[in-house]
């Protein structure tokens, strides 16, 4: 099959993938580093927890559609570069690829359990705010590790002349 067929696919892919990362990180942004300092600085504890239980209830259905969507969108993304070859053998390319998926597993439980009832995560909820700075580092590691990898391209396959170039020539 050839893959310049499904082009549109592959970008409606990306864009959905890309567009559901920003709005899932900055909701998290906004929610600990907004939202959560004026509610507590200008609400009652009664208040607040009012606030806090409809800002969940909504926040909840972005944060489960949201990790369902980046699941099938990065799935797909991946499959398509194994589809391609572009990367076969490259070894630091899917070392990288694989911590990305971990830290998104990561991101995924923390964002499941502040939004979650279970008694299980009960102590995540009460550290939201630890847990909320927790997940938005780990996706700028992401994001960092993506910009990498996309700067970096694809490397030449070893054994061709541009490889053999790359390697040979002074600094």
């Known amino acids: 099959m050839d893959l310049s067929q499904l082009f549109s ?3 409606a892919s990306r864009v959905l993938h890309v567009t559901t990362a920003v709005v899932l990180v900055g909701g998290g942004f ?3 580093y907004v ?3 004026a509610a507590s600085s200008t609400l009652s504890d009664a208040e607040h927890d009012k606030l806090r239980g409809a800002v969940v209830g909504h926040w909840k259905k972005f944060v489960h559609g949201g990790i369902g969507v980046m699941l099938l969108s990065g799935l797909f993304n991946y499959f398509k570069v194994i589809l391609e070859g572009t990367h076969k053998g490259d070894g630091l390319y899917h070392g990288l ?4 998926i971990l830290l ?6 923390i964002a499941s359990a502040l939004v979650g009832r279970s008694a299980g995560t009960a102590g995540i909820r009460q550290n939201a705010r630890k847990w909320l700075t927790v997940n938005f580092l780990l996706a700028l590691v992401i994001i960092a590790i993506s910009g990498f990898l996309r700067m970096r391209g694809v490397p ?6 541009a490889a053999v170039t790359a390697v040979a ?3």
């Open 104 to 109: 998104a597993l990561g991101i995924f439980f």
């Open 9 to 11: 696919l592959f970008v």
């Open 156 to 161: 030449a396959p070893k054994g061709t002349a």
């Open 35 to 37: 939202l959560m300092p």
């Open 97 to 100: 690829i694989g911590t990305k």
């Open 169 to 171: 020539s002074p600094k």
């Open 30 to 32: 906004f929610l600990r």
